[in-house]
């Protein structure tokens, strides 16, 4: 049973550069958030995608943007890139939006360094 | 302004103590859950809170949650290295999976 895959691992772009980063969801999981942690920091949510909506967002500009694919991957799309979003970009899955556990699966990152 | 403040941020232990960690706030959670991440991993969940007061034990760990849903404690008994590594607690707020996290405890067990 596959757990939830990431790709790429680790990638360097410049400033202003645009980046895409990929998640594959848990076996049976049809609900993909995103999460960015910077280093010495918790997670902080960006989104959620149920249905290829957004469901939720965190306060995150503009650049950030996200899709949902029929066969429930997602994708992390920023733009015109900043130092600061230099981080580990965490996606998570799970089944359904509503539940009240909120019990999510991590995939291990895609680490961005931005110089 | 972190949400959910950890404490204390760092703890270096000899292997066989035992040591508490804690997650506060001045909001209300429906739910509370602590994860363990360890280094180029993403957190793995180690247990959810519901029920205020609720305590949930994993084997030697100990899991409670604050009465009024504010707060959370992590307790683990006799330490070993494998318990080294960043513990993170997270809350959620509203109905979906919407997750607020604390800065996380970052626990070293030396042998």
């Known amino acids: 049973d596959a757990g939830v895959t990431q790709s790429p691992t680790h990638l360097i772009k410049t400033r202003g550069q645009q980046v895409t980063l990929r998640c594959s969801p848990k076996s049976g999981h049809d609900t993909v958030s995103w999460y960015q942690q910077a280093l010495g920091q918790g997670p902080q949510f960006i989104f959620q995608?149920?249905?290829?909506?957004?469901?939720q967002r965190g306060n995150f500009p503009d650049r950030f943007s996200g899709h949902q694919f029929p066969n429930y991957s997602s994708e992390l799309n920023v733009n015109a890139l900043l130092l600061g979003d230099s981080a580990l970009y965490l996606c998570?899955?799970?089944?359904?939006?509503?539940?009240?556990?909120?019990?999510?699966?991590f995939g291990e990152g895609s680490r961005l360094t931005v110089l | 302004t972190q949400l959910l403040e950890q404490s204390p941020q760092f703890l270096s232990i000899q292997e066989g103590e035992n040591l508490t960690v804690y997650c506060n706030s001045s909001?209300?959670?429906?739910?509370l859950q602590w994860y363990r991440q360890e280094p180029g991993e993403g957190p793995v969940l180690l247990v959810t809170v519901v029920t205020g007061g609720e305590v949930k034990k994993l084997k030697r760990l100990t899991f409670q949650f604050g009465d009024a849903r504010k707060d959370s404690s992590l307790h683990i008994t006799a330490a070993q290295p494998g318990d080294t590594g960043l513990y993170l607690c997270a809350g959620a707020q509203e109905y979906g999976n919407k997750l607020v996290f604390g800065a996380g405890t970052i626990l070293r067990v030396k042998s």
């Open positions: 995608y149920y249905e290829e909506e957004e469901r």
């Open positions: 909001s209300v959670f429906s739910s």
């Open positions: 998570a899955s799970s089944l359904g939006t509503g539940a009240l556990t909120g019990e999510l699966f």
